[in-house]
């Protein structure tokens, strides 16, 4: 291995990279950056006809918030009565309510005055309950990591946060099924299954903040999909307190159970629109005995793709994680966060550290040119640092002004395609456009920077990225939901026969339309 590697340092510098990890016997996890200059466009476009009317049929942003709806304001009565139910937890000090009322990028305000914080799914219940019969809305929030509008009030939405309801129920170590409250961090219960020799099946650059429940209910997509899949496949059952109060208890912890309708799947990517979770069951796999992280570089976006089809092929079932950054990112990290690339740090690793499927996938991909340069971690301090410049580059693009964030799902030999276009099509209006995100299950992460918030520059970005989006049957959000920015974008990724299903759903489970108002459904479903 270390042969190989001295090999890469006198190749030329990368433009692209790429961090790859994989966990079982062995684990290997690949990250791709790139050049300095723009790559040019792979792949052509072509022009679809796509109707830019807006759906809340105003000449607003679709993204803009709709008018107030006709839900009671908070009464004296109202405040008592949380009190009585929540002694010490019905928050209405301005200062301290401030914070939920703002979302993580700073980019939506509500202006809620009373912010509740339950400990039990019974207390959950009673509120809903109450608010429901006063026609009260209420907005569910979690670890508020959110970044479309989704976790905060739009207006004067009481905040319901699950912040205390944060015990883990119970851990079986043969079959490896957490049961926990939907307040717990994800970062906590990572923490706690790793000294049991399991891990969670989700890993998010947000895992210091973010809960469990708030990440079922956007079906949060992260680093560990491509090995363990989806919070679809993963959450074994969810207990749900509805609209009314009523509690819906589908906490099972079966990984087979055919009876009936699978209702907790209703809830999983629901955004809290359809029932406030407060507690989940999820399968956990066994802790990797080892784990490599294999940081790349590679010269073009094809020759990415070819990395990939290559990794899969000769790394196969220990294959964890595919994820890559492009050289605009990298100069923010090193910019802003002052985070060297580690290619031109790192010489080699410790051959016995390494597996030969890795072994072989390297000496295959360096002799065939695929790559320019790379490094390989196999420690946890410099596994570490690899994945914190994958993880780290949100927190980098808020310091390089105001940031359009697109969450766009396509095909895999498409992603790329998106970055460039749209480079092409703002021409210097942007200040930057880059792309990084989860190679291996075709998520896209596309950001783009001006000085300062620019009206014209949206008008210009949108709706050009869902259209092209639309036009290759992408989706318009891959991990983090519509909320309060995309929801009017919805037909760009679903039919209208299919909205309004939901719709219907949303009508049933919700007549009053309490929970989460003005979020991820259009506003022609009022």
């Known amino acids: 291995m270390l042969r190989i590697l001295q090999r890469t340092s006198r190749l030329r510098r990368a ?6 990890q994989s966990p079982a016997s062995c684990t290997a996890q690949f990250l791709p950056v790139g050049s300095q200059r723009p790559p040019p466009i792979w792949g052509s476009a072509q022009l679809v006809l796509f109707s830019h009317k807006l759906h809340n049929g105003t000449d607003q942003s679709p993204a803009a ?30 200062d301290l309510v401030e914070s939920s009322n703002v979302d993580w990028l700073k980019s939506v305000r509500g202006s809620s005055e009373v912010l509740l914080r339950p400990q039990t799914t019974e207390e959950i219940s009673q509120i ?25 009030p739009v207006y004067d939405e009481i905040i319901l946060s699950t912040s205390l309801m944060n015990n883990i129920v119970s851990f079986d170590n043969i079959s490896g099924i957490l049961t926990c409250q939907a307040g717990c961090i994800l970062e906590s219960l990572s923490l706690f299954l790793e000294e049991r020799d399991h891990i969670m099946p989700l890993d998010l650059g947000a895992k210091g903040s973010c809960q469990i429940g708030g990440n079922v209910a956007t079906n949060a997509g992260g680093l560990r999909l ?47 629109t359809l029932g406030v979770i407060t ?100 420690e946890e ?21 105001f940031n359009y964030k697109y ?36 998520n896209l992460h596309l950001n783009i920077t001006s000085p300062a918030k620019d009206p014209a520059l949206l008008a210009t970005i949108e709706p050009f990225v ?31 026969q299919a909205v309004a299903l939901m719709g219907h759903i949303k009508a049933m489970l919700d007549p009053k339309g309490i929970l989460n108002p003005y979020k991820t459904l259009p506003d022609n479903l009022k």
Request: proline residues 3%; positive net charge.
């Open 381 to 401: 301090s410099k596994i570490k640092a690899l994945w914190s410049l994958r993880e780290r580059v949100t927190e980098a693009l808020t310091h390089e002004g």
């Open 15 to 20: 433009p692209r990279h790429l961090c790859l």
């Open 466 to 496: 869902y259209e092209w989006t639309a036009r290759y049957h992408g989706s318009i959000s891959a991990e983090h939901g519509l909320g309060l920015k995309k929801r009017n974008y919805i037909y760009y990724s679903k039919s209208s």
């Open 65 to 94: 918030a709709p008018e107030r709806r006709t839900f009671s304001r908070v009464s004296e009565d109202d405040l008592a009565f949380f009190r009585k139910i929540l002694p010490g937890r019905a928050i209405t000090d301005p």
């Open 226 to 272: 491509l090995r363990y899949g989806s919070l679809h496949g993963t959450v074994l059952g969810l207990e749900v307190v509805l609209a009314d109060g009523r509690v819906l208890d589908c906490l099972a912890t079966l990984r087979k159970d055919n009876t009936g309708y699978d209702l907790k799947q209703l809830f999983i990517g629901s955004e809290g």
């Open 279 to 378: 507690a989940v069951s999820i399968l956990c796999p066994r802790k990797p005995k080892s784990v490599n992280v294999v940081f790349l570089g590679c010269k073009t976006f094809e020759q990415l793709l070819k990395t990939f089809q290559l990794c899969r092929g000769m790394l196969g079932e220990i294959l964890s994680a595919f994820e890559f950054l492009d050289s605009e990112c990298m100069r923010l990290l090193n910019t802003h966060l002052k985070l060297a690339n580690p290619i031109s740090e790192t010489s080699g690793s410790d051959p016995s550290h390494d597996a030969q499927k890795l072994h072989n996938f390297l000496e295959e991909a360096i002799t065939s040119l695929l790559v320019t340069d790379g490094t390989v971690a196999t």
């Open 128 to 152: 809903l309950r109450y608010c429901n019969s006063r026609n009260l809305a209420v907005n569910p929030q979690g670890g508020n990591t959110g970044l479309v509008g989704g976790s905060v």
């Open 407 to 442: 969450d766009i799902s396509l095909p895999v030999e498409r992603i790329y395609q998106l970055v460039t276009d749209t480079r092409q099509h703002l021409g210097g209006r942007a200040k930057s456009v880059m792309g990084y995100g989860h190679l291996g299950d075709g």
